[in-house]
């Protein structure tokens, strides 16, 4: 894969070199639970290009993340979530130093389920 980086932890996991625990996978996005998860629902969606951030992000990525966007609720609550409003999730996407960013490789926290939370 031309937009992969293989020294990338989450490129390994989108290409299955690394195991996960998989929610969701098609073309162009991979979404899979964390490894180390602050809430009863915690799963990480990237899009399958090894984009470094969302300070990164490109014009020609647009349709592409609005469609991982525009799948995020579908998936939080095949993954526990209770709907909105009297339940709903966290999306949280952390850029550079600054923004706690740990995984150089572009990931949007899905964070859900009833409180408490052991973070969040
Ligand atoms: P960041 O701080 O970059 O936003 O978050 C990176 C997230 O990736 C962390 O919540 C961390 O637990 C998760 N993570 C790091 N390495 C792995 C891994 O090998 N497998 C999985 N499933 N999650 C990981
Ligand atoms: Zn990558």
Avoid: T
Avoid at 2 to 31: L, Q, T, W
Avoid at 41 to 50: A, D, G, N
């Amino acid at each position: 894969m031309s937009h992969s980086d293989p020294n990338c932890i989450f490129c390994k996991i989108a290409e299955g070199k690394i195991p996960s625990r998989k929610v969701y996978e098609d073309e162009e996005m991979f979404a899979f639970h964390d490894i180390n998860p602050w809430a009863p629902v915690h799963f990480l969606m990237i899009p399958k290009e090894h984009i470094v951030s969302i300070a990164h992000v490109e014009e020609r990525h647009a349709a592409m993340l609005g469609r991982m966007m525009a799948r995020v609720p579908q998936l939080a609550q095949q993954e526990g979530c209770v709907p909105y409003p009297d339940g709903g999730f966290r999306l949280v996407s952390n850029v550079g130093e600054h923004g706690g960013q740990e995984v150089h490789h572009l990931h949007f926290h899905v964070i859900g389920g009833p409180r408490p939370w052991k973070k969040g």
